[in-house]
């Protein structure tokens, strides 16, 4: 039976980096060297700039607050206070490692956190205290906290995560195996190491369901790695897709780059010279295209029926983009 794979993710959002400066060095990070590219942080015109920009496209409920890490942008309560003022939610992408004193988590923009927890093993004690203290904090003001866990091994164990659901009363996790950024600079999967990763994701998933935590598979995965009863299984429980939203959604960096993923370090046309949402989704959409429909990741892709019907472009396209001998955006 052949069925139709529906892209759905929990929190398809357009981030905003205010900064890639960051107080931790997390070797998955997609955003290594990225400040390089970007060394300084978003000045407040920029800042008026982006929310005019959401505003006058009526997106509301669709912007993340990310970097690097947003709580290190020296302007974030302004920012939250301009967020409230506009009317828009806001969902922070953090560590979950700042000073809770500084920053105003009560603030009425702000509806939900996620919060990437890595294993206790990578924090300092001082900084393990520090996020439980924070996660606690975010608890009783609000229900909206989610975990990101983010796999680089199978061999990692994911029980601190589900214990610590336990013990914070959290019940989502978005878990998403690391893929690389264009840079090609942080620690990933390797292609073809991705197929061992499978039965881990299958695992896992049940290990949530035992616990009453509702998992996110946040990335696109080769839809053939998985049987039809698995793929069934995955769709209907943490929204496993072979597709992902880059183009759809986009990334604005500190100097107001317009991204068409987080990954993509590209620097490329700047907000100002686009007039609406459309046209950035048009302008990226012949390049990302030809990405993900004309550049095999897999010599399996070439013949594959998931392909053929558009369900599924292989993985992540920042594999693609680093084989890739010319992306050309100016079509």
Same mark, same amino acid.
């Given at each position: $039976?052949?069925?139709?794979?529906?892209?759905?993710?929990?929190?398809? $959002?357009?981030?905003?980096?205010?900064?890639?400066?960051?107080?931790?060095?997390?070797?998955?990070?997609?955003?290594? *060297?990225?400040?390089?590219?970007?060394?300084?942080?978003?000045?407040?015109?920029?800042? =008026?700039?982006?929310?005019?920009?959401?505003?006058?496209?009526?997106?509301?409920?669709?912007?993340?607050?990310?970097?690097?890490?947003?709580?290190?942008?020296?302007?974030?309560?302004?920012?939250?206070?301009?967020?409230?003022?506009?009317?828009?939610?806001?969902?922070?992408?953090?560590?979950?490692?700042?000073?809770?004193?500084?920053?105003?988590?009560?603030?009425?923009?702000?509806?939900?956190?996620?919060?990437?927890?890595? !294993?206790?093993?990578?924090?300092?004690?001082?900084?393990?205290?520090?996020?439980?203290?924070? #996660?606690?904090?975010?608890?009783?003001?609000?229900?909206?906290?989610?975990?990101?866990?983010?796999?680089?091994?199978?061999?990692?164990?994911?029980?601190?995560?589900?214990?610590?659901? =336990?013990?914070?009363?959290?019940?989502? &996790?978005?878990?998403?195996?690391?893929?690389? !950024?264009?840079?090609?600079?942080?620690?990933?999967?390797?292609?073809?190491?991705?197929?061992?990763?499978?039965?881990?994701?299958?695992?896992?998933?049940?290990?949530?369901?035992?616990?009453?935590?509702?998992?996110?598979?946040?990335?696109?995965?080769?839809?053939?790695?998985?049987?039809?009863?698995?793929?069934?299984?995955?769709?209907?429980?943490?929204? /496993?897709? *072979?597709?992902?939203?880059?183009?759809?959604? %986009?990334?604005?960096?500190?100097? #107001?780059?317009?991204?068409?993923?987080?990954?993509?370090?590209? =620097?490329?046309?700047?907000?100002?010279?686009?007039?609406?949402?459309?046209? &950035?989704?048009?302008?990226?959409? =012949?390049? @990302?295209?030809? @990405?993900?429909?004309?550049?095999?990741?897999?010599?399996?892709?070439?013949?594959?029926?998931?392909?053929?019907?558009?369900?599924?472009?292989?993985?992540?396209?920042?594999?693609?983009? /680093?084989?890739?001998?010319?992306?050309?955006?100016? %079509?």
């Amino acid at each position: $039976m052949f069925w139709l794979f529906l892209y759905s993710h929990f929190y398809q $959002m357009n981030p905003i980096n205010f900064t890639y400066s960051c107080n931790r060095n997390c070797n998955y990070c997609f955003a290594k *060297g990225f400040l390089k590219k970007w060394p300084r942080e978003m000045s407040l015109k920029e800042l =008026k700039a982006v929310f005019e920009w959401f505003s006058k496209q009526g997106i509301k409920n669709s912007i993340a607050f990310s970097g690097g890490e947003p709580t290190f942008f020296s302007k974030i309560n302004l920012a939250l206070k301009m967020a409230e003022n506009y009317g828009f939610k806001i969902r922070i992408y953090t560590n979950g490692i700042f000073d809770v004193e500084k920053i105003n988590i009560k603030s009425p923009a702000i509806s939900s956190f996620l919060v990437n927890f890595n !294993s206790p093993s990578e924090y300092s004690s001082q900084e393990i205290e520090t996020l439980y203290f924070n #996660l606690k904090s975010i608890r009783k003001i609000t229900k909206n906290i989610d975990f990101r866990f983010n796999i680089i091994s199978p061999d990692i164990s994911y029980n601190y995560i589900i214990d610590a659901c =336990k013990k914070l009363n959290i019940h989502h &996790v978005e878990f998403a195996p690391v893929f690389p !950024s264009i840079l090609g600079k942080n620690k990933y999967i390797k292609k073809e190491n991705l197929k061992n990763f499978a039965k881990y994701i299958l695992r896992f998933t049940k290990d949530l369901l035992k616990q009453n935590i509702r998992g996110q598979l946040a990335e696109p995965f080769p839809l053939c790695f998985f049987s039809e009863k698995e793929r069934n299984f995955l769709v209907k429980n943490v929204g /496993l897709s *072979g597709i992902c939203g880059a183009g759809k959604n %986009y990334a604005i960096t500190p100097d #107001l780059t317009v991204l068409p993923c987080v990954v993509f370090a590209f =620097k490329e046309r700047h907000l100002n010279n686009f007039k609406n949402e459309k046209e &950035v989704i048009d302008y990226y959409k =012949k390049p @990302l295209n030809k @990405l993900r429909w004309e550049t095999d990741l897999f010599p399996e892709c070439k013949n594959c029926l998931f392909k053929k019907n558009k369900q599924c472009q292989g993985s992540c396209l920042a594999y693609k983009f /680093l084989q890739a001998k010319n992306f050309q955006t100016n %079509y």
